[in-house]
């Protein structure tokens, strides 16, 4: 009977086991591929830091050319970044984290600017308006001063230009007199001379 497998006893063509192989072996290749892929766009889809923990945490760690970091560890060494305590490059760049870290730590920075300016110019419309009010010796007197003097007691804990601290010194020598509250006095009193020693340094 004819054998369609063998002819003047050449070999089957009938796959071998090895030869089975190897494209099992290219599709494992190809879904680490795929894998990589989903982490990177994870990581680079997030909008914010919050949204970046989350990936990190759907993740469940990754893989860098030496070591594998785990969840807490990427999030500790982010966290030492955004606080300042470790430079951008403790953060690995494996599948573009630490390019990501980057442009969000920018990001953050300039909201924080522009939130802190939006701020500043609250806080200065604030003390501008505190003029007393009412009769003289009336509550209205010490709660103007009070709103005055927490006004400059939160722009003082802000970057202030010289001239932002020269125009509050301003504003506190013109401040006219009225009913106080000896706490808002006392309280002023401590901040006038930082803000002074801040326009002679500056």
């Known amino acids: 009977m004819f054998n369609p497998e063998k002819i003047n006893g050449s070999v089957s063509h009938e796959s071998s086991p090895q030869q089975e192989k190897l494209p099992k072996k290219e599709h494992g290749h190809t ?25 990190i945490d759907n993740i469940g760690g990754l893989q860098g050319s030496e070591k594998f970091y785990k969840v807490q560890e990427l999030k500790d060494a982010i966290n030492k970044v ?14 573009g984290l630490r390019q990501r870290v980057d442009e969000l730590l920018k990001i953050e920075n300039l909201v924080q ?27 209205d007197h010490m709660f103007s001063f009070r709103s005055f003097v927490e006004g ?4 003082s804990k802000l970057p202030l230009s010289q001239e932002e601290t020269k125009k509050i010194l301003e504003l506190i020598k013109s401040y006219p007199s009225g009913t106080r509250d000896m706490k808002d006095v006392a309280k002023l009193s401590r901040i006038q001379p930082s803000l002074e020693k801040r326009e002679a340094e500056s």
Do not use: C, H, Y
């Not at 955004?82 to 599948?95: H, K, L």
């Not at 300016?117 to 419309?125: P, T």
């Open 31 to 55: 879904q680490i591929r795929a894998e990589n892929l989903d982490k990177k766009i994870a990581i680079q889809g997030s909008k914010n830091f919050i949204d970046l923990f989350k990936a």
């Open 82 to 95: 955004r606080s300042g305590e470790q430079p951008i490059d403790v953060v690995t760049r494996t599948d």
């Open 113 to 139: 600017r522009m939130e802190g300016g939006q701020q500043k110019d609250q806080l200065f419309r604030q003390i501008e308006t505190a003029a007393p009010k009412g009769r003289a010796g009336s509550m």
């Open 152 to 155: 400059i007691e939160k722009l």
